[in-house]
């Protein structure tokens, strides 16, 4: 299957504090892609997605970058609140039309 | 518009029984997708179904089968319990965009223990 991976398993940010949350991914024809954020007991919830031909795309307080070069997608919330301790997933869409997520960054806000 | 739903919410089986989940999409989507999520395994994807065909199928044991309503409702079953099947299982169920894109939203899961 694919390899859609994250670079760090947990990550712990100050409240107010910007956070970045990585992802690789390895299919370099894979054109879309979406941040997921799962809460506890919860299933995975929307968060922003991009598309291939797009580097940056912003929503409200974060902001999806995609570096196509080194096949690598980045999470940035901006002010981070304990509301937004969560585990946060990437997931890419591959040629077969199917989607593969990554395991996932527990995402820490000490208040 | 109310969101993706899923029952039961829990559930608990012993080995050798089979389950069968129920998942129903947000109003409008044709299409839903179904997920087993396991602490080690991350979200892995079991199959899909469009207008109550099977579109897509993923690396899983022919215990695992689903199927699709008219109304879009998705059912998956799992027969022949093992311990291992314990699980989160999530539905999602999408829509095409205006740009060709499948988002997908997801249900609140059923968590399977099999004991």
């Known amino acids: 299957g694919e390899n859609v991976g994250l670079h760090l398993p947990t990550l712990s940010v100050q409240e107010g504090d910007n956070s970045i949350i990585n992802c690789a991914y390895s299919?370099?024809?894979?054109?879309?892609f979406i941040w997921y954020k799962q809460e506890s007991g919860k299933g995975p919830q929307f968060i922003i997605d991009i598309r291939s031909n797009m580097d940056k795309r912003q929503g409200q307080r974060v902001t999806v970058l995609l570096n196509k070069t080194v096949k690598h997608l980045s999470l940035q919330i901006a002010a981070t609140q304990p509301g937004d301790s969560a585990v946060y997933f990437c997931?890419?869409?591959?040629?077969?039309?199917?989607?593969?997520f990554g395991t996932g960054t527990s995402l820490t806000v000490i208040p | 518009k109310a969101g993706v739903t899923q029952t039961p919410r829990y559930l608990i089986k012993t080995r050798g029984q089979q389950v069968t989940l129920s998942c129903s999409p947000i109003?409008?989507?044709?299409?839903v997708s179904w997920y087993q999520q396991t602490p080690g395994q991350g979200l892995q994807f079991l199959f899909e179904y469009f207008s109550e065909t099977q579109r897509n199928k993923g690396n899983f044991p022919g215990r695992f089968s689903g199927r699709q309503f008219s109304n879009s409702r998705s059912e998956m079953n799992v027969s022949t319990l093992e311990l291992g099947d314990s699980a989160l299982y999530l539905c999602?169920?999408?829509?095409?965009?205006?740009?060709?894109?499948?988002?997908?939203?997801f249900g609140p899961g059923t968590r399977l223990t099999v004991l």
């Open positions: 999602a169920s999408s829509v095409r965009q205006a740009d060709s894109t499948d988002t997908q939203y």
């Open positions: 299919n370099s024809a894979s054109d879309y």
């Open positions: 109003s409008g989507h044709r299409s």
């Open positions: 997931a890419e869409l591959n040629t077969g039309n199917q989607f593969y």
